[in-house]
């Protein structure tokens, strides 16, 4: 994969969407957590995981390279909708999906509204719980909290968001990615059946967000999922143990292949609803 390649964009509902593509093979959609960026997150997955799939990384609206101005806030239902007409722009039909964190939460609501559309589903460090996803987001995304206790951080975000966003726009971000985690929708364990797709739920044993017994009822309820505790990693369990999350998810994507396989060859119809329910 080349070094430090650009950016392309695809127009995709109403959004002008930023993302990176590499790779030959199957479609995989990677969705990144708040605040980050595609290619921060999966800097650890990408080199290997281009070697078996066409990988498709965009930026979430008001993140990175895809202008959004988040004043006008954050809603998981227009992320749902955002990754739908992403994934027509592309032509992609079906496809592999998997998302981290807030890209979990956006790829879990897809899988309940679409599953026609997946081969396969990865979900790190998410679960329909708000607590202590709630708790936690209030203090990490503090913007004074931020720029008092952790002014490297702050200066990553200010390099990330704002040469396209515009100056400080990673001060208005994060109050939005707060507002919208306060906002998550509920769900039931009757919408969690409707994700019919094979899946894969990761979580790290010491993440801060989403306790390993969320995690564990969460593959319990969804209708074909398996749990992959990652030992001695927090929330970015796939960047404090790569080595151990890319053979976790290359285990589940080889035991799952016939499924996938049959999977791909569905005739998917676009989603006429619009909105996300």
């Known amino acids: 994969m080349e070094s430090a390649p650009r950016s392309k964009h695809i127009a995709a509902n109403g959004l002008s969407v930023a993302f990176h593509a ?5 479609p995989l959609v990677m969705l990144h957590g708040a605040s980050s960026a ?8 990408l080199p290997l ?4 799939f066409r990988c498709y990384v965009p930026d979430a609206r008001g993140h990175a390279g895809t202008r959004w101005d988040p004043a006008a806030g954050l809603r998981y239902g227009d992320l749902v909708v955002d990754l739908d007409a992403f994934a027509d722009a592309c032509n992609l039909g079906t496809f592999h999906l998997l998302g981290f964190s807030m890209g979990a939460a956006t790829a879990l609501l897809y899988a309940m509204r679409r599953p026609e559309r997946l081969r396969t589903l990865v979900l790190v460090g998410t679960s329909p719980e708000p607590e202590p996803r709630r708790h936690v ?9 931020i720029e008092a206790q952790n002014p490297a951080w702050a200066g990553e975000l200010a390099r990330r968001h704002d040469p396209v966003q515009g100056a400080g726009a990673w001060r208005r971000l994060m109050p939005a990615i707060i507002a919208m985690v306060e906002r ?14 094979p899946a894969l739920v990761v979580v790290g044993d010491r993440d801060p967000f989403v306790p390993v017994p969320q995690a564990w009822q969460l593959a319990r309820q969804l209708p ?20 151990i999350f890319n053979e976790a998810c290359a285990a589940f994507w080889r035991s799952t292949q016939a499924m996938a396989a049959a999977r791909a060859g569905r005739v998917v119809a676009r989603d006429p609803g619009g909105a996300a329910r």
């Open 38 to 45: 595609g290619r921060d997150d999966f800097a650890a997955q």
């Open 49 to 52: 995981f281009v070697k078996a």
């Open 22 to 26: 590499a790779g030959s093979g199957a």
């Open 224 to 243: 074909d999922a398996r749990l992959a505790v990652i030992p001695d990693a927090g929330h970015e369990a796939m960047a404090a143990q790569p080595g």
């Open 137 to 145: 987001i209030r203090h990490l995304a503090d913007v004074a909290r």
């Open 184 to 197: 998550q929708p509920v769900v039931s364990p009757a919408d969690l059946r409707r994700a019919e797709v």
